[in-house]
């Protein structure tokens, strides 16, 4: 007969004191629980360490049904840049060959052409797939 080991085979274990997020006060309960082991994150695979998990899984999935987030599009991705990242406007001047074309982008005026998404994402280590994204210019229709 084979004798399994720890090490092969690893036991579900029942974490304990955890339910489904079903509404805000589940939510709130839910973040008190796990706020106590940001001091002290359990090891991952001991029962605290599973319980954590289970209760950040849990959260996440609560919070991307009730809270979503939409997703910023290229100006603003530019907007961010310039004030929290330390980057300016000059910047992008010149790294689009003009102040009037940075102000053009900035304003919706003008779209955002591949090699200038190119020169900017090189620049300022940002994705090209964020900078690519379909927005609203000034002159779209609402």
């Known amino acids: 007969m084979m004798q399994e080991t720890a090490d092969t085979t690893q036991q579900a274990r029942p974490v304990e004191n955890v339910r489904p997020i079903r509404t805000p006060a589940d939510h709130r309960w839910a973040l008190a629980e796990v ?26 999935a609560y919070e991307d049904q009730n809270f979503p987030i939409a997703a910023a599009d290229p100006v603003e991705i530019l907007h961010f840049a310039i004030t929290d990242m330390g980057r300016s406007q000059s910047e992008l001047a010149h790294l689009l060959g003009s102040r009037a074309r940075a102000s053009e982008i900035l304003n919706r005026k003008r779209a955002l052409s591949l090699g200038q998404i190119r020169a900017i994402s090189a620049a300022w280590n940002l994705p090209i797939a964020l900078l690519a994204a379909p927005y609203r210019l000034e002159d779209d229709a609402a």
């Open 35 to 60: 706020d106590r082991y940001f001091t002290q994150e359990p090891a991952v695979g001991t029962p605290d360490g599973d319980r954590f998990e289970v209760l950040l899984t849990l959260i996440a």
